[in-house]
């Protein structure tokens, strides 16, 4: 091991945070003038460092006005800093300008500054005004007087999102239909007006995440459809407010083309690789929690997907629309289209994205993919080695070179800020591209037409503007020229203006609905549903459209019509749906929202087949009132594969409870399993499990089926998911003996666990006595993995029984220790002088993982614990960061102390904690080090603590999994998940602590601890 650079890093410690103070020697890879040699850059793009500290510190979001100038915000005050009050004065709006056109700001303004724009998410130029997201409120400021300085302040929303918080408000964006676009992640809650008025949208639904109803006193979580993050259009002043999509996690940013295609990125629940780009089908539901339980992606579904990924995002769930791209491990930010023609061809008209995480800027490469898009990333712009590059956000300047911010911080998400000084602006263009930008003229219709051509957003917002206020023919004579262009976006851009000013009859619109480019006819119907008063008639012309873009876009029409010809037109869509289609699936899906049963039974009466591929597509979408019917009997079918019998099944889920539900579920349940098949056994298993709360499942008939079931049954996992869920006592002695001999370890785990959850300790404990000593290790070895307070008991009795081997009894107090609830068991048995001595040591190894923090710091007044392995001491932080280690002696560390028992990498380990498969694409080597030594210093939301107290006066502390009105699901440290009726549930809180314990480094030596940290950082 040996030192590698020179590098003095200090860090002071304050209300349990980290302030990173850097300084340097000599030569320094962090210096600007090094900051363009660090990057990879896509062949025929160079790059120039536009801006960098002192003259910016750290960057957001930027825009670019119609002169070229870059306007960013510039965040000091992030969470802890803004606590602290590292900037007293308040964040800033900045404007940098490149006076010389070499690609390099020459000067930098304060637009403004105060503390009502600390940690600044988004930034928007209109002409002489500039939106600013910085949660909770939307702030317009106007320029009146040019002298870039604002003259007006005024809110468009308040009480809008969760303050210092990336899961909240971001970017606006002016869309070609002169509306604005901006979303909210899963944190936002809420949006109100100006005055504090909870915003009622266009479809007459309250704008607000059903899981914080309880924040506002007067409304319940059924007085919404919405979840999670959500997408809006409005006008610039708030009105006219629609909710376009939702259900998403922690969405950066969306943007819209000039066709009116949205595009967003949308992040996971860290750890899982399922960063994701969506294209915007407009209403549609995007899955990231369930839309009836609110549960999240790790609770039980009988058809979930096997890829967690997808399963993350509930991409096999009837009314959830397919994912565009999903990227991996990342922390996804901003997003733009790119239109313009100086970057090379590849990226053209191309979604551009950056991701703070791998420290990219990338574009996603679009294919058509039925109704929707699927494709690949490409990059234009990624860091070379490992460090600091954090791109947030990209824009297109007027002559159609790129710009992106890079925080540039050696940690990125999780609420994480150190490098507060430094901020990185790149331009991104062909080499030896002069940036000289004219100031847009729009003051005649031809001009303002001809600025419609621009791939900058706030010149052709301009030219929108100019136009709508010219004499109306006079513009529609000088766009008409526009829409000869062969350029089809530029045509797009003049289509929705000529929608919007042509008269009478629209030519134009109804020329472009029969154009031979089917972007163009997406591009007229979405400009007819905001300006065509025959939009009913247009639409019924439409639904033989070959092209499935252009019929998705039909069916999305329909979603907020009420007219009566809207369920024919509606069949006749469906008779026209590809099978393997799914994005248009989900668009009939959006349109018979609300009217499912007019619109299923007009495509039955039009002779669509129930029992075809296809009808057993729409009927798995379907939500009408008598789907349970034509659920079973589609499951009745013999030629079903097991994927889509699972498919089937699920969609029980999502319809309400009905006496016809009821019956069809009584149905398969007492006949499906007598037909023999694999399939009907999982049928009749599934469904007996959906009439537990029926008024069915308290008669003797059920009973008696459900005896007769087990009595076929194979003995697999829904075979003791079932035996437990219904008490079924006389089976469990039988699933004792699987646990005891079965071939398959994870059933005789499974089995063990579904004795423990179905509180037959005593059944357990009898037979640890009572058996042969192999069989008792075996048992107590599985109790020991289970992971499972409730094994407590068993594993007590083992461990103060001297009269079994000592291995054995100090598997018993691994297995207490290990978890958080055990800890305090330990301790308890010493204060009480009944611990055994010999068993004192194997305690103290064990509690040094612990995260009950009372029994940490109890434990070294009763048992011996061991410091650093080797009793070293822990180097400072100066020297770790320049440690060099070993890459192969670090994976093995990983598997030797307690890493793999929580965390995976590449399908290895408990899938617990954060998939660490790609953390070096994350973290620096200065975070990875904090994580082990400090692992509460900071928690990401999806890894808080929760503790479960019950009316019985125990308490559990885990990961929530999911909460519903009903139960809670929690996750223990080792994976196991424990459900809790909510009826037993006294008090549930969430802390900041982490479950990774500290001390971790007592398990190993210094070298070993940069073997790990040298380890994590080549996972890539």
């Known amino acids: 091991m040996r030192l590698v650079t020179s590098l003095f890093l200090s860090f002071a410690i304050s209300s349990g945070s980290y302030t990173l103070l850097l300084g340097q020697q000599n030569s320094d890879s962090l210096d600007p003038e090094n900051a363009i040699s660090n990057l990879e850059l896509y062949p025929g793009i160079h790059a120039t460092l536009f801006s960098s500290e002192p003259m910016i510190s750290s960057v957001t979001n930027l825009d670019i006005d119609h002169r070229g100038r870059v306007w960013v915000c510039e965040v000091m005050n992030y969470r802890e800093h803004g606590k602290n009050n590292t900037r007293p004065e308040g964040d800033r709006i900045l404007i940098l300008e490149d006076e010389d056109g070499d690609g390099v700001a020459d000067t930098s303004k304060t637009y403004y500054q105060g503390r009502d724009v600390d940690a600044a998410l988004g930034i928007c130029v209109v002409g002489n005004q500039i939106i600013v997201s910085c949660a909770p409120n939307i702030i317009l400021f106007t320029d009146e007087d040019g002298d870039d300085v604002p003259d007006k302040k005024e809110y468009i929303h308040i009480n809008t999102g969760n303050e210092q918080d990336d899961h909240s408000t971001h970017s606006f964006m002016p869309g070609p239909d002169g509306k604005f676009y901006w979303n909210m992640g899963n944190h936002g809650k809420f949006v109100h007006d100006r005055n504090g008025k909870l915003i009622k949208d266009k479809s007459g639904n309250l704008v607000f995440d059903r899981r914080y109803a309880h924040e506002l006193p007067d409304y319940g979580p059924n007085d919404t459809p919405y979840i999670g993050g959500m997408i809006f259009r409005t006008n610039l002043d708030g009105s006219d407010f629609e909710v376009i999509a939702h259900n998403f996690r922690n969405n950066y940013e969306n943007t819209i083309d000039s066709f009116g295609g949205i595009w967003q990125s949308d992040n996971d629940s860290d750890g899982n690789f399922g960063v994701r780009l969506n294209y915007i089908l407009e209403y549609g539901n995007y899955g990231y929690q369930d839309e009836i339980t609110l549960a999240n992606w790790k609770a039980d579904r009988v058809s979930a997907h096997p890829e967690i990924p997808k399963k993350h995002w509930h991409q096999n769930d009837p009314g959830v629309v397919p994912n565009f791209i999903q990227t991996g491990a990342g922390s996804p930010t901003a997003i733009t289209v790119y239109e313009g023609e100086l970057l090379p061809e590849i990226f053209h008209n191309q979604v551009i994205h950056c991701d703070a995480g791998p420290g990219v800027v990338w574009a996603a490469i679009a294919e058509e993919d039925g109704a929707g898009f699927k494709g690949h990333m490409v990059n234009l712009l990624k860091e070379a080695k490992r460090g600091w590059v954090r791109p947030v956000d990209v824009s297109t300047a007027p002559d159609g070179s790129l710009f992106v911010t890079d925080w540039y911080d050696p940690v990125v998400s999780w609420n994480r800020q150190w490098d507060v000084p430094r901020g990185r602006i790149y331009r991104l263009a062909p080499e030896n591209h002069k940036y000289q930008i004219r100031p847009a003229d729009v003051s005649t219709p031809k001009k303002a037409a001809d600025a419609l051509k621009s791939p900058n957003s706030d010149v052709r917002y301009l030219g929108r503007k100019a136009l709508v206020g010219f004499n109306a023919n006079e513009s529609v004579d000088a766009l008409s020229k526009i829409y000869a262009d062969k350029n089809p976006r530029v045509q797009a851009r003049a289509l929705w203006l000529l929608a919007q000013l042509e008269r009478p009859g629209n030519p134009t619109l109804k020329k472009a609905l029969s154009d031979f480019n089917p972007d163009i006819r997406v591009t007229a119907i979405r400009a007819a549903r905001q300006q065509a008063p025959n939009l009913v008639e247009i639409l019924a012309e439409m639904v033989h459209d070959p092209s499935a873009r ?71 979408r379907s939500r009408a009132s008598f789907t349970p019917k034509l659920l079973a009997d589609s499951l009745s079918l013999n030629d079903l594969s097991e994927d889509e019998t699972r498919k089937l099944i699920r969609n029980f889920d999502f319809q309400p409870r009905s006496s016809q539900k009821e019956e069809a579920l009584r149905q398969l349940a007492y006949g499906a399993w007598r037909k023999g098949t694999d399939n009907g056994l999982l049928i009749s298993s599934e469904t007996f499990t959906r009439l537990q709360d029926s008024a069915f499942a308290n008669t003797t008939q059920f009973r008696q089926q459900l005896d007769a079931f087990f009595k076929m049954a194979p003995v697999n996992q829904s075979y003791l998911k079932l035996a437990t869920r219904f008490d079924v006592t006389s089976h469990f002695p039988a699933i004792l003996e699987i646990a005891k001999g079965h071939s398959d370890p994870a059933l005789q785990l499974a089995a063990i666990r579904a004795l423990l959850n179905a509180q037959q300790q005593p059944l357990i404990s009898k037979a640890v006595i009572a058996t042969t000593p192999e069989v008792r290790n075996q048992l107590v070895n599985l109790l020991h993995d289970t992971g499972d307070e409730l094994a407590f008991p068993i594993l007590k009795q083992v461990l103060l029984n001297r009269g079994y081997p000592l291995e054995l009894r100090k598997k018993a107090t691994y297995g207490i220790g290990r978890l958080n609830p055990g800890a305090p068991v330990l301790v308890q048995m010493a204060e009480e002088g009944i611990f055994p001595e010999e068993l004192k040591k ?146 549930m809180e969430k802390s900041n602590l982490s479950l990774m314990p500290a001390g971790l480094q007592r398990l190993m030596t210094v070298n070993d601890l940069a073997d790990l940290v040298e380890y994590l950082s080549s996972l890539q």
């Open 842 to 987: 194997a305690a103290g190894t064990v509690l040094v993982q612990t995260t009950h923090v009372r029994s940490y710091e109890a434990a070294p007044n009763y048992f011996p614990i061991p410091k650093m392995k080797g009793e070293s001491k822990i180097p400072g932080m100066t020297d770790l960061v320049v440690m060099q280690g070993n890459v192969e002696a670090g994976k093995k560390v990983f598997k030797e102390t307690t890493c793999a028992t929580c965390h995976q990498v590449n399908g290895e380990g408990i899938n617990f904690g954060p998939d660490l498969s790609k953390i070096g694409t994350k973290f620096a080597k200065i975070g990875m080090y904090e994580a082990i030594l400090n692992p509460s210093a900071d928690v990401s939301e999806s890894y808080q603590t929760t503790t479960v107290k019950l009316r019985n006066g125990t308490e559990t502390r885990g990961l929530l999994n999911s909460k519903t009105q009903s139960e809670i699901r929690l996750q223990l440290a080792g994976g196991v998940e424990r459900i809790y009726r909510m009826s037993n549930v006294t008090s």
């Open 550 to 620: 252009v019929r998705s876009e039909v069916a999305i029409a329909l979603h907020n019509l009420t007219h009566h010809q809207i369920p024919e037109i509606w069949a006749q869509l469906a008779h026209n749906l590809e099978v393997d289609d799914r994005w248009n699936l989900e668009a009939l899906g959006i349109a018979a929202d609300e009217r499912w049963d007019r619109c299923l039974s007009a495509w039955l009466e039009m002779g669509g087949d129930w029992k075809s591929s296809l009808g057993r597509k729409l009927i798995w």
